[in-house]
């Protein structure tokens, strides 16, 4: 027993902010961003919660699934920015959508966070304890940068994309996922500080900071690795792959991880120039984008996979 895709859904925020805006309050220019990212714009919220972009993204997924809220028994958010350190996400957009029978909660593993809420959810069906599951990556990364550092916050968007996933003879055909604690401090972003008036307070500013750098080596060694890892599980060849839907972090790396793959650029599609990087929503909205688009017939074999902070990283191949 594994588990199909069976639905899919994202909602992006209405406020688009292009390169040229954020030329207007900071030292940069869309120059610099196209050409080192390929990002042009993002969507950054004003109203919306992670949560309620979860559920936007989540009841799209469930009607295409043509599967009720209340059937669900699992619904897991892949996020590091929940609107609440508890209840989480997961919680929220169980009372939402009204999954009353559902187990929900989050899990943090950043820009593969999708990945490692699937890879769970699958642990969950494989093993016969749940049937129907949803898999949602969600951020709002606007709100846990340093505006101050041009190097970071023009890269990052806001949003969320949803997977409804169920118990199938065929889907899921491989997975690999792995995780180097060593490497954490590469990327990373403190939690609040601690207000405790009988300890001395950390200064630490509670901020993303990346060395962006030491993530693109990370980024296009470890891509091509696990994805080669996966296609090995699943006995399949990069040919046998229609489309690669990778972590949407910067162009060149997917350029990178298309060349090294020995594989047509046009097999990566991206949704980067208009979203930027939304960490654990980047893939599930552009499965999203892919399905809506019409570009997947069922038995398509994709491959999909996410790498970030953690050190984490993954890689699946699914028949569609
Ligand atoms: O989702 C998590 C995964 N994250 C990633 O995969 C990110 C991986 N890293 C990257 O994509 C790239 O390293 C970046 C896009 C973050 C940066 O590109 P880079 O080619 O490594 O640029 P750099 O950091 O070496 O900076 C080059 C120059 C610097 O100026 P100097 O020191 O050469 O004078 C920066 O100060 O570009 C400057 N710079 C900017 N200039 C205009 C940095 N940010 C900006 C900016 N606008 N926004």
Not at 226 to 247: M, N, P, R
């Amino acid at each position: 027993m594994t588990i199909r895709i069976m639905g899919t859904g994202s909602y992006l925020p209405e406020n688009i902010v292009t390169n040229d805006d954020l030329a207007k309050i900071m030292d940069t220019s869309d120059e610099w961003i196209a050409s080192r990212t390929g990002i042009r714009k993002r969507h950054l919220v004003k109203e919306e919660t992670t949560a309620q972009m979860s559920a936007k993204a989540a009841k799209q997924a469930l009607k295409e699934a043509g599967l009720k809220a209340e059937e669900l028994d699992l619904i897991i958010v892949g996020t590091l920015s929940g609107d609440y350190v508890t209840p989480s996400t997961a919680c929220e957009v169980q009372a939402m959508i009204g999954a009353d029978k559902a187990v929900a909660f989050d899990v943090n593993a950043a820009c593969s966070g999708f990945m490692f809420a699937m890879n769970t959810a699958y642990a969950f069906i494989q093993s016969g304890i749940y049937q129907n599951a949803l898999v949602i990556g969600a951020e709002i990364l606007s709100r846990l940068m340093d505006w101050n550092d041009r190097s970071t916050c023009v890269l990052f968007g806001d949003g969320a994309g949803a997977a409804v996933v169920t118990a199938d003879e065929k889907g899921l055909l491989g997975f690999v996922q792995g995780s180097d604690g060593t490497k954490g401090m590469v990327l990373a972003c403190k939690n609040r500080l601690n207000n405790n008036p009988l300890i001395k307070n950390s200064v630490e500013p509670d901020h993303v900071f990346m060395d962006g750098q030491e993530v693109y080596k990370f980024a296009v060694s470890t891509v091509p690795a696990s994805i080669q890892a996966v296609l090995e599980e699943a006995g399949l060849e990069v040919s046998d792959i229609k489309y690669f839907l990778l972590h949407q972090a910067n162009i060149r790396i997917i350029q990178s991880v298309a060349k090294r793959l020995k594989a047509d650029i046009n097999r990566f599609p991206t949704t980067l120039e208009h979203c930027g990087n939304i960490s654990a929503a980047s893939v599930p909205i552009l499965l999203d984008e892919v399905n809506k688009k019409g570009m997947l017939q069922r038995g398509d074999k994709l491959v999909m996979a996410g790498f970030g902070a953690g050190l984490t990283w993954s890689a699946a191949v699914i028949e569609w």
